[in-house]
């Protein structure tokens, strides 16, 4: 089952929703702005993603902007923040078959979807 990590507010993410739709397969939407990801799942989205905190990280915000840009931060301390800002995380991201994209562009939800 498709798994996407969603902001219906967000533009590219209804962007990747609708791709997901679009696809036919069956899927999950997780309002992650709502969910309040725990730390493992956070972690385990990371791992899925093959990235570090800070590829996930919307660094345009104004809280990262604010509170976190230029400082020295280690991986963990970006999932701290992550976790007390989830809307820093970049959206949509999808989860497929143990493989997973940040939908940006929309056509890596696509190539995900395709394998």
């Not at 798994?3 to 397969?25: F, M, Q, T, W």
């Not at 104004?62 to 970049?90: C, N, Q, T």
């Amino acid at each position: 089952m498709i798994k996407i990590y969603h902001n219906p507010r967000c533009r590219k993410s209804r962007e990747g929703l609708a791709i997901v739709e679009k696809s036919g397969k069956p899927f999950e939407i997780i309002k992650y702005l709502e969910a309040n990801l725990t730390r493992s799942e956070l972690e385990q989205i990371l791992k899925t993603l093959d990235i570090n905190a800070s590829d996930l990280v919307r660094k345009q915000e104004a809280i990262w902007k604010s509170d976190f840009k230029g400082k020295d931060l280690s991986e963990e301390m970006i999932v701290d923040a992550l976790l007390a800002h989830p809307k820093l995380i970049e959206r949509p991201v999808v989860i497929y078959k143990g493989k997973g994209v940040i939908g940006r562009p929309a056509e890596n939800i696509s190539e995900l979807l395709a394998e």
